[in-house]
């Protein structure tokens, strides 16, 4: 620094004149950075805010009262109140799963713990409409179980209410575990080592130590898993036979009106799956945003 | 609380990492566990802590047999190697956390447990911190925090794995000592796993020197450095230097030429001569000394070390000489050990064989 800068023709050459606009070497330049972003904002433009823009344009079309009108109708009700029922089931159950198999595989080493990650990670690659075919005929009238339990308790799971709650949950499973997973295995046990250590019996490792390590995440996921929970329609679509007002739930009710050139009732209802989806996505970045040094303390270890 | 290691053995998989350790720690001792990576000394230390449990063997607490018990019944104050604070939790509520899950009956109320998290937080020089989280603090600051809480619970004994390994050394120091007052002002009895030997020989009653899952030798600092038992602790304590003799009659050999050293307890054969670089004489004139050509020669603190060949380039040792002195810039130099060390090479055990200087 010294001998250049007190130098003024050196200091000047080395410093302004001559030298081109340095930029650090992980950085683009200014070009390839705009291209980059005009690329993104026109993807994201086109296939993301275009659409959803033409659900709400096409929903209020006939104006604000035939669009409230739909939700009048006692389909449509029936199917909102289906559709908030599964996922009350669902979330709950993989919130437990999701704990219980990421805690299992973070924690432990046995064979065939490889095996389980895939496992887990099986409904994210197979077909829902495949995982609900299977479950018809592992489940249906005419299979051994499903007979059994028409026959001794009356129960009826497939073109019923249980199906539906059994496919959510299978195409919903992976998203609790799979945020905790990673999560759980960078943290180690040594905090619960620790916990232990202090005396703290098993309960009260997890419900002191383990469960607030992992909070963010499992929130994350529980976000995820409801709005999929509520989203999904091919797994549903198989196992739950279509009965209107008592196995529709709200994106096959959007389908029915649809095909019935019902479409303001359909946008209409699609709407509130997509605001659903919104309202989702601004708690979690609300909730980022408001407990950002907290989040950045968790994912950190030490 | 005495403690006694009796006969322990812990394989992991078929991978032994213990073999057959025996150790016995005198009430309120400060004992380091000392050794390279992959000795066995953290696995003790789990083992002590009921956080392992041995293939065989007993741990005895003082006269209780602690074997079979989880580590939350041994009350073991353990401080881990990267302090393990709850980083959701103030560092308040990490100190008084071991206090809040005592069963109802045993349990201190909310103030009083308030008040010993001030009262340890002033014992560990960190009062006013009650508030902190623990990514708020420094490495220093966080390793008294994990002692604090570990000593919140009123242990038996107090467990430390590498306490100050992620610390820069200044820090390191200060906390040295200050481990020793508190160790000191409390009087548990303390072990400390450690790789540092600088760390253990200053601060430790007595050092366990850990190698490939044995115990190599127990013993004062002095002991340790002086009077080393093995090869592997004469290698691994302090700096030494070592050479391949021949042992005729009583007399050391290196290639054809006698070096001066004997003893007639020595068996013939070959053998392993040991020696601290610091520990020599320069001898002019070579009849009866070691012989070499200087190879390179560097600064180490207040010495100059200089590494010499012996014997055409096949083995090199060093020694060290005062900065001035005129021998480092020679070609060749002779020297003496004034103290050393023969370790025979034998298959009986090593300790017996030794063969010290006088």
């Known amino acids: 620094m010294s001998d250049l800068a007190t130098h003024p023709i050196a200091g000047r050459s080395v410093g302004t004149t001559f030298r081109p606009v340095q930029t650090p070497p992980t950085t683009e330049s200014r070009t390839v950075q705009y291209v980059l972003v005009a690329l993104v904002v026109a993807v994201l433009s086109l296939f993301l805010l ?14 604000i009262g035939e669009y409230l009108n739909t939700f009048r109708s006692p389909e449509a009700l029936a199917a909102i109140r289906l559709t908030l029922l599964v996922a009350a089931i669902a979330v709950p159950c993989n919130l437990i799963f999701g704990i219980a198999a990421a805690w299992t595989i973070a924690k432990y080493r046995f064979p065939g713990r490889t095996f389980l990650v895939s496992l887990i990670d099986l409904p994210f690659s197979i077909s829902p409409l495949v995982a609900g075919l299977v479950y018809i005929l592992l489940l249906g009238t005419n299979s051994v179980i499903g007979g059994f339990l028409l026959e001794n308790f009356e129960i009826r799971i497939i073109f019923a209410v249980p199906g539906i709650v059994l496919a959510t949950i299978l195409v919903t499973f992976p998203f609790i575990a799979r945020e905790l997973i990673p999560l759980m ?50 797994a549903v679509a198989v196992i739950s036979g279509r009965l209107r007002g008592q196995t529709v739930t709200m994106p096959l009710q959007v389908e029915l009106f649809y095909n019935e050139y019902a479409s303001v009732a359909a946008f209409s209802l699609a709407s509130l799956l997509a605001a659903l989806a919104l309202v989702t996505l601004v708690i979690k970045s609300w909730l980022e945003w408001r407990y950002a040094d907290q989040i950045a303390a968790a994912g950190r270890g030490h | 609380m005495e403690l006694i290691i009796r006969n322990i053995r812990k394989e992991f998989d078929r991978f032994a990492a213990l073999h057959d350790v025996s150790l016995d720690i005198r009430s309120g001792e400060l004992i380091a566990l000392l050794g390279p990576s992959g000795s066995g000394k953290t696995t003790l230390l789990r083992l002590i802590a009921g956080l392992d449990f041995p293939t065989a063997g007993a741990i005895l607490f003082g006269d209780q047999d602690a074997s079979e018990k989880t580590v939350q019944e041994r009350n073991v104050g353990f401080v881990f190697q990267h302090y393990a604070l709850f980083r959701h939790m103030t560092v308040a509520e990490n100190i008084g956390f071991g206090l809040k899950v ?113 115990i190599e030798q127990v013993g004062t600092a002095d002991d340790v450095y002086d009077k080393p038992r093995s090869p592997f602790v004469y290698g691994f304590i302090g700096d030494s230097s070592r050479l391949p003799v021949r042992i005729e009659n009583g007399e050391l050999w290196l290639h054809d030429r006698s070096i001066g050293i004997s003893d007639i307890r020595a068996p013939n054969g070959s053998g392993t001569l040991f020696f601290r670089p610091q520990d020599v004489e320069l001898v002019d004139g070579c009849s009866g000394c070691i012989a070499g050509t200087v190879v390179s020669s560097r600064r180490v603190e207040a010495m100059r070390r200089v590494e010499l060949a012996i014997g055409g380039q096949h083995s090199l040792v060093e020694i060290e000489l005062p900065i001035d002195h005129p021998a480092a810039s020679r070609t060749r130099v002779a020297f003496r050990p004034r103290s050393w060390k023969l370790f025979p090479e034998s298959t009986a055990p090593q300790a017996e064989r030794v063969i010290e200087s006088a």
Not at chain 1, 50 to 63: D, E, I, S, W
Not at chain 2, 135 to 141: E, H
Not at chain 2, 167 to 191: M, S
Request: glycine share 8%; hydrophobic share 40%.
């Open chain 1, 185 to 234: 295995e960078d943290q180690g046990t040594g905090d619960e080592e620790a916990a232990l250590s202090l005396g703290a019996n098993g309960w009260q490792t997890f419900f002191f130590v383990t469960l607030p390590n992992v909070k963010w995440a499992l929130l994350y996921g529980v976000l995820l898993c409801n709005a999929r929970a509520m989203g999904e329609f091919g």
């Open chain 2, 102 to 214: 005592r069963p109802r009956g045993l349990r201190p109320s909310p103030e009083q447990i308030r008040r010993r998290a001030s009262e340890l937080l002033e014992l560990v020089q960190l009062p006013g911190l009650e508030k902190r989280y623990p990514s708020q603090l420094s490495g220093g600051q966080r390793q008294r925090v994990a002692l604090a809480r570990a000593l919140a619970i009123e242990p038996k004994v107090l467990l430390l794995d590498e306490p100050f390994g992620a610390l820069d050394a200044q820090v390191r120091r200060d906390l040295r000592r200050w481990l020793r007052e508190i160790h000191e002002a409390t009087g548990h009895t303390t072990v400390f796993v450690t790789h540092d030997q600088e760390e253990a020989l200053e601060l430790a009653d007595r050092v366990v020197v850990m190698s490939q899952g044995r």
């Open chain 1, 50 to 63: 275009l659409p959803l823009a033409t659900v709400f344009a096409q929903a209020f079309r006939l104006g």
